[in-house]
């Protein structure tokens, strides 16, 4: 069985706002934007890719595995394509309030495809959020975009990831 995807988000989850002062987050410049990242996020993710395919689902898109992964220690990932995205037959529809937030969601199940999957990210529709805990093949998990990445987060993720079925038991 193959292992479930985690997508995840850059701006705000590995690269926070406002990162706790005592955090060890290096500053780093990148494509003309000064980017905040941590060497324990790097070693959080090769953690959670023992049990998860890691995808960048961010609009840094391609940049993420030119710029990012390498400076956590990360080879390139698969990415989730969101520029240019185009509807297409069968993708959920985004209530008119959730545009912006929901933005990745039709690209993220495309991209998916059936398979169980967690989403970490900072802006994501609380919908989205409430519809899943119900759901055994999915979860998401919203970061706080001013601290980004915590433990905590790592933890749930491996607790319980997602599985095939829809509904929990």
């Given amino acids: 069985m193959s292992k479930p995807l985690l997508f995840l988000d850059v701006d ?9 002062p005592r955090a060890d987050f290096d500053a780093h410049t990148l494509l003309g934007f000064r980017v905040l990242l941590s060497p324990r996020h790097g070693d959080w993710l090769h953690e959670l890719a023992q049990v998860y395919e890691l995808c960048w689902a961010t609009t840094w898109e391609e ?21 240019g995205y185009r509807p297409q037959p069968g993708d959920p529809r985004v209530p008119l309030m959730e545009l912006f937030s929901g933005a990745k969601w039709a690209p ?48 749930r993720l491996l607790a319980k990831p997602p599985r095939p079925g829809l509904l929990r038991r």
Avoid at 12 to 20: C, E, F, I, R, S
Wanted: proline content about 10%; cysteine-free.
């Fill in 63 to 83: 940049d993420a595995n030119t710029h990012i992964a390498p400076a956590l220690g990360l080879p390139p990932l698969p990415v989730v394509r969101f520029a």
């Fill in 108 to 155: 993220l199940l495309r991209h998916a495809d059936g398979r169980p999957f967690a989403w970490l990210d900072d802006v994501m529709p609380f919908r989205l959020v409430r519809n899943s805990l119900v759901r055994r093949d999915r979860l998401l998990l919203r970061v706080d975009g001013r601290q980004g990445l915590e433990r905590h987060h790592v933890d």
């Fill in 12 to 20: 705000g989850v590995l690269n926070p706002a406002d990162p706790h």
